[in-house]
Every structure is written in structure tokens, then in C-alpha cells.
């Protein structure tokens, strides 16, 4: 597989996301706040914290505020910015219809998700991880300050076998093989049809040139697709194993979309560190990820909506149905929990992301969801090694830590209901020493 010329225009899209760069502060201190580190399950006594450039610079009661601007915590809780271990940064910024549409350009999608970062970052999520799609000009049009955003952990464009989740060719689209011609999605940067080593491995190196700090690759059927029942075991192991081994020649890792123990499998065996999804695993399969130190990135998916196609439906409700267990059996086991949203072409529910760590009350703690959302998913980000774009501790309130730090008007730990509400409960938001959201 080569890179297509036609890919460019993603490229070119930082010349359309300008705005003006929010400038860190020198020094802030926030006076007076009650700390959740995003570790221990409680908070601590009323304290100061100082933040000098884009790191926190000291933590206690006498740190002093000399110099600094003085935010008045009033007994209010500091926690770390929050961060969602799977989005889609363009696919959630677009309905479906658009995103089909013969008119959508790389520069109409790019502007969509820009939208999106913005809010994104509005609701208190400073960092998160792109599980696939067109996002490496958004994601440096971010980085230079053109455009507000979180921090993005990018996968570039999912990997997928002919048939494959990534499948995303029209009827009338042929296999590039026979065709020679990249099918739309691949043009849009939002997936490669990757059949055979040679091609997986092109594909796995093409994303690390662009700057992917991990690789995300289908290895079993979607609910999303059209081609792929959900039962369904893709790629060979061998093909497999070319995408891990390219990615640990750079020093970074493989995840993939799987739902069933047969994918997991094949794919632990491959060398995978993370699987995305997995709410129809077995109780064997989740010990033997416990066991090899993988990471499960689970979600709660939203229901079935009233515009849902029945088809879509019926596909869905394995997945529905086995979340409501996976959960408990995979934290029983002792697997490395991340969550995250994997929401997908529907504008209205991106409103509800820090709603959904509502969902997991049943089987979770105030103090264990904050952590999963804060520290955990900061230790998934961290798998990345040096292809991590952003080197510094996340994910934690601690001197030395880079500043994304929440501001929350009340006690979350007490009334996890808080963070549902950010507009109007999450008084302060900073990312890396910078004041996105100000006090009132």
C-alpha cells in the first residue's frame, strides 16, 4: 500500500483551524481547595496549590501566592482533568447522513471537529485517546495553539481487512487490489483496507510516519459495519503479529476492536496490549488478560435509539446485553480497566460524556470512576513510551504534574452527580497551565 496524494488535504486543514492561542499564566495558585489526587478515595484537608508554567509546582497549605494570580478555591474540589481513553474525534462531530455525503471535504469535517475539541475540552476532558479516523491536523492545529482542544493520543486511520470493520467502501467501491484506487474512506484518512503482511505492515508504518502514538486495527466484526456480523474473528495471526511487530520496532503498541474470547485471543497471542470493547468476553478470557497484563478498554454504550436501523438493533444487543456484567467480572479478575465513550455520529450525545461515568455505579465507587477516568486511563495513555506526544504525569494531582487540572464546585466524591453537569459545576478548567474556562 502506498499514501495517496489524495490524502494531502487533511494535511492542509491547519491552514483553516486558526484561532488565537490561549497563553499558559506564569504562576496560579488555587487557594483554599480540597484535593482528589485521582489515586486515594478521599480528599484532603483545605490546601494551596501552585501552578508555575504548565507544571504544578508545589502542594500545601503555606505554599505561598506571592507573585501569582489567586484563584479562591472556597473549600471547592481540585481533581485532575478528566480523560477519555476512546473517541473518535471526526466521527463524533458528524451525523451519519453528513459523513456519507458526497459533498463532505476534509476541510468541512476538519471544522466540525474542531467544534467538538473545543467542547470536548469545555467538559473537563484534557486529554484523550483517538481510537481512528482523520485527526492529525486537528490534532496540531491543537498542539500550536490555533485551535482548543484536549491533548490527543492519535491512532490515525483504523487498519482493517477487506470484510473487516473498517470496510467502510460503498457498494459500488471495488477492492483497491483489482480497482487500484483508494476507496473514499481511505482518502478521508479514516481507515486502510490492509489484506496480507506486506500491507498490514505498510499500513501500521504509514500511521506511525504521520505521528501515531499507538495503532488501532480491527480484529473481529462491529455493530457499526455493514459487511462484518459481530461473531466474526478477522485478520490471521500473522498479519496480526505484522502490525504489533512494527509498532514495538517503534517503540509503542497495538490495540484492536474485539468483542469475542476467539479475537481476544488470537489477538493476546499476537502480542496485542489492549483490546477495545469486549463485552461478550468469557470469564477464562478476561483471567488471561489479568494474567498477560492487558488492558481492557471497556465502554457503556449508549441504548438503541428510535432512529437506529432494526438491523442495527438486532446487531447491537449481544453487546447491550453483555455490558451489563462484563464490568464486574472484568474488575473481579483483576484486569487493567480504562473507559471510555466511543461515541459515534450523534451529535446530541456528546453532551452527555462525563454523564456516562454515571453508568458505572453499580459496580464502582465516587472515588474508583474518578480514578478510572483520571490516574487508570492515564497509565493506558502512558503505554505509548516515547511516542507519547505529551511527556509528563497525567491524570494525577501531584507536584511536578502537568497542569490539567478541574476545579469542582462541591464535593464529587460525595455526589458523583456533579461532573453530569460541567457547565455549570466545573467552576475552572486548565489544560497544561493554561485557563480554558475562568472563575466567575
Keep these: 500500500m502506498k499514501s495517496n496524494a489524495k490524502v494531502a488535504p487533511w494535511l492542509a486543514l491547519l491552514a483553516v483551524l486558526a484561532a488565537a492561542p490561549t497563553l499558559a499564566q506564569d504562576a496560579v495558585v488555587f487557594q483554599g481547595v480540597r484535593v482528589f489526587d485521582g489515586i486515594g478515595p478521599a480528599l484532603s484537608e483545605p490546601t494551596n496549590v501552585r501552578v508555575r508554567g504548565n507544571r504544578i509546582e508545589a502542594i500545601g497549605p503555606s505554599v505561598s501566592t506571592e507573585g501569582a494570580r489567586v484563584i479562591d478555591g472556597q473549600g471547592r474540589t481540585l481533581m485532575p482533568g478528566l480523560i477519555d481513553a476512546h473517541v473518535h474525534m471526526t466521527f463524533s462531530a458528524l ?14 469535517a476538519g471544522r466540525a471537529a474542531a467544534q467538538g475539541a473545543e467542547q470536548m475540552l469545555l467538559r473537563g476532558f484534557t486529554s484523550v485517546r483517538d481510537m481512528g479516523g482523520p485527526v492529525f491536523p486537528l490534532k496540531a492545529a491543537i498542539d500550536a495553539g490555533k485551535v482548543k482542544g484536549p491533548r490527543i493520543w492519535p491512532s490515525g486511520a483504523h487498519l ?57 486495527l480491527m480484529a473481529g466484526g462491529g455493530t457499526s459495519s455493514d459487511y462484518d456480523p459481530l461473531d466474526v474473528t478477522q485478520y490471521t495471526l500473522d498479519e496480526m503479529r505484522a502490525a504489533v511487530e512494527a509498532a514495538d520496532d517503534w517503540n ?22 489492549c483490546i477495545e470493547h469486549g463485552q461478550l468476553l468469557d470469564d477464562a478470557t478476561l483471567e488471561l488478560m489479568a494474567e498477560k497484563g492487558i488492558w481492557l478498554s471497556l465502554q457503556m454504550l449508549q441504548e438503541d435509539s428510535e432512529t437506529m436501523a432494526p438491523s442495527r438493533r438486532a446487531k ?82 501531584r507536584e511536578g504534574a502537568l497542569a490539567d487540572l478541574i476545579l469542582v464546585d462541591g464535593d464529587p466524591l460525595a455526589n458523583l452527580e456533579l461532573i453530569a453537569d460541567p457547565a455549570r459545576n466545573f467552576v475552572v478548567i486548565m489544560k497544561d497551565g493554561a485557563l480554558v474556562k475562568e472563575p466567575e
Excluded: C, M
Excluded at 451525523?95 to 468541512?108: H, I, R, V, W
Excluded at 474512506?185 to 506486506?198: F, M, N, S, V, Y
Excluded at 451489563?324 to 460524556?353: C, H, I, P, S, Y
Design 95 to 108: 451525523d451519519y447522513a453528513t459523513l456519507q455525503s458526497p459533498d463532505l471535504t476534509p476541510e468541512l
Design 252 to 273: 509503542t503498541y497495538v490495540t484492536v476492536h474485539a468483542y469475542t474470547p476467539k479475537s481476544v485471543r488470537r489477538a493476546i497471542e499476537a502480542g496485542v496490549k
Design 316 to 397: 447491537r444487543k449481544p453487546v447491550i446485553d453483555g455490558q451489563q456484567t462484563v464490568w464486574a467480572r472484568a474488575k473481579a479478575a483483576g484486569v487493567k480497566l480504562a473507559w471510555g465513550t466511543d461515541f459515534l455520529f450523534d451529535l446530541e450525545v456528546n453532551k452527555e460524556q462525563t454523564a456516562y461515568l454515571l453508568r458505572l455505579t453499580p459496580w464502582f465507587t465516587p472515588a474508583e470512576i474518578l480514578k478510572l477516568a483520571t490516574h487508570d486511563n492515564a497509565q493506558l495513555l502512558a503505554l505509548s513510551g516515547p511516542r507519547t506526544p505529551y511527556p509528563g504525569a497525567l491524570g494525577v494531582v
Design 160 to 216: 482493517s481487512q477487506t470484510s473487516g470493520h473498517g470496510d467502510l467502501r460503498a457498494p459500488h467501491e471495488g477492492p483497491r487490489r483489482f480497482t487500484g484506487k483508494l476507496s473514499r474512506a481511505e482518502q478521508l484518512g479514516a481507515t486502510w483496507i490492509a489484506d496480507g503482511r506486506d500491507d498490514v505492515l505498510t499500513a501500521t508504518r504509514e500511521n506511525l510516519r504521520f505521528g501515531a502514538s499507538q495503532i488501532k
